[in-house]
Structures are given as structure tokens and as C-alpha cells.
């Protein structure tokens, strides 16, 4: 069988790169707009008994490159492509992943269904916002991280008493894992939502006094959370701080307000393409996760391990 990989508009720069690393070429797809704003899909070569790779972060604006996806996946699925895997860096609509509150939804599952439904024979993403997510979906889900990439950053820093920090319980986890790979300390900000997008950090497990705070997480949206955690941090004698996090997001005055912030450097994947005012910001630092995408896709055609990437 043979390799395809299409992708949608989402992020060119990223499939483009997976591409060079896999060695072939993007596939010919045309992905546009009817006059009413309507998705058009086209599909401009035989994919017809092919194993088919679709590359789409469903990031800002959100519905839109969903919307894209759904369709492609549908499109190759009626082309009788082989087998069909959405290839999503960012998996949007993460974050209800569960009923937190009476009446509320859990979109994350409606999102797996749709994708289902729409073709897709497997899903391969990047630091999901929660684990659990995997089990809604009834097929292979290839969880990649990004802390190869990040650890060999965070390393070239040089820092002399580096702390990993948590910002919060629920990311105590990954970072127990990036404080065993940097062999130190481990704290944790102890923080209280008061709604969507806002928080509060109301105090610190551990000791970050006189040492380098670098903060992990799995997505930053509107920086609110890790400004505030940096404060904390400086307030509780840390000399340094800096964040690093797979999701750029950066939505609303994020960008503000890490240029105003005490923030040595921001470090985030590719797996969402920054704004220009992102790019241009002198903190926010992006490495490329292409090569990790590129090596799971050629290990699960050539039926090889993918969990041993990151051992």
C-alpha cells in the first residue's frame, strides 16, 4: 500500500514539513469556499486503496478547519481510500471533555463522533488536553508529546537551579515526567478558576526560592493563568521564570500580555501557526515538532512502535 498525506488550511507550514521529512510531496487537494462561505473540497488524485494521512489542527478559527476536516475525511472515504487517519497537532473542543457542571455538554466526545462518522479509521494528536479523551474514540489513538523537543530546549538554557512547575493539579502529571527527565524538583501553583479563561493562583506546593521556575503546560490560551503564575513564582523567590507549552492558542490579549510580563522566554510548538503579532513577539520562541509527526506516521505505516519515541 501507499502513503498519502493531504492537509487542509490550518497549518501548510507544518504538513509541509512533515512531508519533507517523510520525503514525499503534499497531496493535490483543493480545499476552498463556495460564494456563501461554504467548504468546497476537492480531491485531485487517486488515493484508492492508499493508506491516507489527513493533517488539520483544529485551532482559531476553530469551526471552520473542523469543518474542513470532516469534509476531506468524507471525500477520501467515498474516494475508497484504504485507510483513513486525522492527523490533528491541536485537538480542539478538548477542554469539555467532561459534564463539570449540570446541562453542560461534553464536546470532546461530539467531536470524536463526528469524526467517526465523517471516516477516520485512526487519530494521531499531540499532549491532549486531558488523557481520557482517547477512550471515546472506538480505534487507534497515537497520544504523541512534544518533550523531545522541549527537553533538549530546556537544556540549552543552562539554567543552574531549574524547578519544574505545575500550573495547576491537573498538570501534575506531565510535570512530574519533565521533572524526572531534567533529574530536579518539582512544585506545583495551586490555582482557582472563577470562570472560563479566568483564574487565580492562591499559593505554591514546593520551593522555587532562589531558582529558575519553568512552568509546563499543554496549551496557553490568553496567558491570564500564566502571567499570574509567574507573579507567584517571583513572589515566592524564584529568579527566573520560564514557560514552556506544545499549544499555542494565544488567543484574545495573550500576546500583550506576555510582552508585559516578567517572563524570561515563552516556548511553544508549531502544532498551531502564530499570528504576526505572535511572531514578532521578542519572548515567544517556537520549535518544530514536524520531525515527530513525520517519524509516527512512517512508524504506523511500517507497523513499528510508536509509544518508543518517547522513552
Do not use: W
Not at 469556499?33 to 473540497?41: K, L, N, P, Y
Not at 473542523?66 to 467515498?78: P, S, V
Not at 453542560?104 to 499531540?126: E, H, N
Amino acid at each position: 500500500m501507499s502513503v498519502r498525506i493531504f492537509a487542509g488550511n490550518s497549518n501548510p507550514e507544518l504538513a509541509r514539513a512533515i512531508c519533507a521529512y517523510l520525503g514525499t510531496d503534499l497531496g493535490n487537494a483543493r480545499v476552498g469556499r463556495f460564494s456563501d462561505g461554504e467548504i468546497r473540497v476537492e480531491i485531485d488524485e487517486s488515493v484508492r486503496g492508499a493508506d491516507v494521512y489527513v493533517i488539520q489542527s483544529t485551532c482559531a478559527p476553530v469551526n471552520d478547519n473542523l469543518m474542513e476536516l470532516l469534509i476531506m475525511l468524507d471525500a477520501l472515504k467515498r474516494a475508497s481510500a484504504g485507510s483513513i487517519s486525522a492527523v490533528m497537532p491541536y485537538f480542539g473542543y478538548a477542554r469539555q471533555d467532561r459534564k463539570a457542571a449540570p446541562r453542560a455538554p461534553i464536546s470532546a466526545r461530539l467531536v470524536i463522533d463526528l469524526l467517526t462518522t465523517a471516516g477516520a479509521d485512526r487519530i494521531i494528536t499531540m499532549e491532549l488536553h486531558a488523557g481520557q479523551i482517547q477512550g471515546f474514540f472506538n480505534g487507534p489513538v497515537d497520544h504523541l508529546y512534544s518533550s523531545p523537543v522541549m527537553l533538549r530546549s530546556m537544556k540549552a538554557l543552562g539554567l543552574e537551579r531549574p524547578v519544574i512547575v505545575s500550573p495547576d493539579a491537573g498538570g501534575v502529571e506531565r510535570a512530574r515526567a519533565y521533572a524526572k527527565k531534567m533529574s530536579t524538583s518539582l512544585a506545583i501553583l495551586d490555582k482557582r478558576r472563577a470562570g472560563p479563561n479566568v483564574a487565580e493562583v492562591m499559593n505554591l506546593i514546593g520551593d522555587v526560592d532562589g531558582c529558575d521556575a519553568i512552568i509546563v503546560d499543554d496549551m496557553i490560551d490568553t496567558a491570564g493563568t500564566l502571567v499570574q503564575g509567574a507573579q507567584a513564582l517571583r513572589r515566592f523567590g524564584a529568579r527566573s521564570v520560564y514557560a514552556f507549552a506544545s499549544h499555542p492558542v494565544l488567543s484574545g490579549p495573550a500576546i500583550s500580555r506576555i510582552s508585559e510580563s516578567g517572563l524570561e522566554r515563552v516556548v511553544v510548538s508549531d502544532t498551531i501557526p502564530l499570528n504576526p503579532d505572535g511572531r514578532a513577539c521578542p519572548k515567544i520562541h517556537v520549535l518544530s515538532v514536524a520531525n515527530i509527526f513525520g517519524e509516527a506516521i512512517k512508524r504506523i505505516h511500517d507497523l513499528d512502535s510508536v509509544s518508543s519515541l518517547f522513552d
